[in-house]
């Protein structure tokens, strides 16, 4: 069933009754995903018989996972404390590594009350860095002993109560090691007596617990999984990421390479509260800040020159702004090159160089125009041709700096996207204005 | 096994060879995305018979379809006309369509030589809009007649030879009419004689085959699916997309928003070749150049102004710079949020509002410590009193620029990350130019 405003204002009156029967079966009928949505139309005494309900069907965590995070943690805090031990205990281990993960004021206290055995899978979850495997993990994991057979295999998945997701079938050895991996339909279609040890591909790929999300996910997408086995130190199977976190994680490495450009975190979000943006954007406008008054200092340098020419002043940001444009063209084709694997297509070298033989020949045309431009609408040759060599100059700086950086921020293993963009827009914006107001000083000195 | 410098050796010196067997045997153990790779490093008579190894063992399709777009149409451009048409013919229908799509000049040609009941096929597949479900599905699909027992679907699983990619089964009626879908595991574990028809949903999440590729990226994410029937305008079942079709349609969407704030295309990567990137980025530098210029020109108003009070010339950098920074930040949030669906969790109306009160905080700081400063640095009190209200005032444009004009764009149904970046930058530059120059006009008419 999908969410609709009929649903919607049934639901909403079915929480106000008494009966909870009725709620939960139209609760059990939508998607997790669809009944986290309805969370931002409640009111607060909705929101709490809302969970209650949530928590009998046993949906309560896989619905509030989809919430957005700010959002999430408000409506943690909400629930009573009883209640929500409650859930950190009952729900899927990663789901409740997660909620604790959010609730760092209230942590320590709530793990206290949780059972010992679960307390302490909860916290060797918790202790994988953020953006690791073992954080992006489902620990519910169906494995079978590889001396099985086909059929022994089938009557154990039969066996199984909840719908798990099973797409292969993981087989380990005595030590709970990682030695096999089937797909379901391999096994489904083997001779009922076939042994797992003669079905399985024993080359499986798989990640440790602390490799970084975003390794796991280019895997997946090299090898076109559906799921990725995690193992520990010892090689025994801990959990899986399947393909639908493995798209979260690309969409989330999407937006924090799209946000290293403006300089914004991750977490900055339309939803997002006013002073969480204001306090994350204020460093970057700093920066900003900065780096324009440097700029502005290279421009008073000049100042005598301009007063003497004071088109020159009319026209110096047409060199740095093209310059910019340059620069961040040549970067995010790079940056967004080494993001997604293209560099195993073509060296490194190759591609600065290119990039560079774009960049000057658009720099040499664009300067030529706006030379022209300058010569019809200010009446001067001199300014015409300082405007376009000091735009080819540029050029030259702005695709030589913006192919370079990214590469060099990668071998030294920083992230490419993010700063380099500040970074080649200022040397974009001072070579501009130096350039174009130091030949415009030279000319005035000697042609005029 | 995995592509390392050895086996690379290997492969090559197989290539020269005349027993193809045992190069065989190596190709058949190595994924097609790692085969893919291998292109780059051989010469042209080897890529003829790498080709031919890989036809014989049917992984060609797969392999050539791992490569970029520029590299893909070279080396389908070296392979000899029958065997094109041969690779055509026998690969599957959805690869030959992707294929023939990018032999736009010799597509005619070798239409004509495929067999007319494929040949049919093709050209019903080549008539989906590009970036449509009908592009991006794979036509191969699993189906059962409803009417089957659980017994019976699984001894027509076992029938089919080839290794497809099962997840689900989806049940058809007599005319071919999607009517149901069961997962694989539920198939394996109901007992035998279940009837399909009280084992499958009947509620089943589908597109058409015209759908927006990213429109069903969306709904396979929201549902957290593994495959995604197709359905054509009768509802009959004609393909499915798999999520790793749809973890690529994200990567390029999110190239495409990338590359988008940039003025960039999306094919224009770091491997392309050196005239199409030149005349791909060639217009964007153009517009730029028009409005760097239309910028001059209202600073050209103020020559008289800077003539006067020549620091002027120097400082107006600061204010259409950070001016821009504000633009691009509330910009680049807002346009992620209507990409990944954060609006679902806030109105338009309030994410503006948010936009503005941060934007204008930020100015009002930014402002104040841009007048001091100015202040310290130039020993001007006006000058810096001027450059503060103008930062400020500029923030408020950049700001509510930043998030309307994405939403503006959006309920146009265009692309609210195209364009929106440049033109903004232009508003919050003209402004930043005009406000900072204007009020020094004033102030140095009334105040001097």
Redesign the interface.
Known sequence: ?TLNSTNIAIIRRLLGGRNSRPLKSILLKI?A?DLA?LF?LLKDHEIRTYIDALMSIDKASDTLKN??EP?LVKILKKIESPKLVALLTFCPEDDAAFFLDLLDDSKETLLARIPEKRRRRLNQLLSYPEDSAGRAMITKVFSLPIELTAQEA?DE??K?HR?EA??YVYCVDEEKRLVGVA???????APPETRLKDLVKT?VVAVHATTLAQDVAKL???????AIPVIDENKALIGIIT??D???I??EQ??A???A????QED????SP?RF??KN??P???L??VL??L??SI??FF?AT??QL??L???N??V???GG??A??T????T??IA?G?????SYRK?IL??L??GV??GV??GA??GL?VYF?RQSAMVGIIICISMILNSFVASTMGAIIPIVLKKLNWDPASGSGVLVTFIT?SFG?FSFLGIATIGLKYFS
Chains 1, 2 share one sequence.
């Open positions: 069933m998607e995903s949505k931002s919430l957005p959002q089938i998945l039969r199984r719908e099973i797409y797909s379901l339909r391999a096994l489904v279609t080359e997946v997408q090299h090898y076109d999984l559906i393909v639908d493995v798209l979260d690309v969409q999407a937006t390479d799209i946000y450009s403006a300089g914004l900055d979000r339309v939803y006013l943006s204001f954007r204020l970057w406008m700093l900003n800040l324009a008054s700029v502005s421009v008073s100042e301009m007063s004071i088109v002043a009319t026209l940001n047409i740095a702004g093209i444009n340059t961040i063209q970067l995010t084709v790079v967004r090159g997604t293209d560099f195993s297509f073509i591609a290119k990039e033989l774009v020949s658009l045309l664009i125009c706006a431009i609408w914006d204005f």
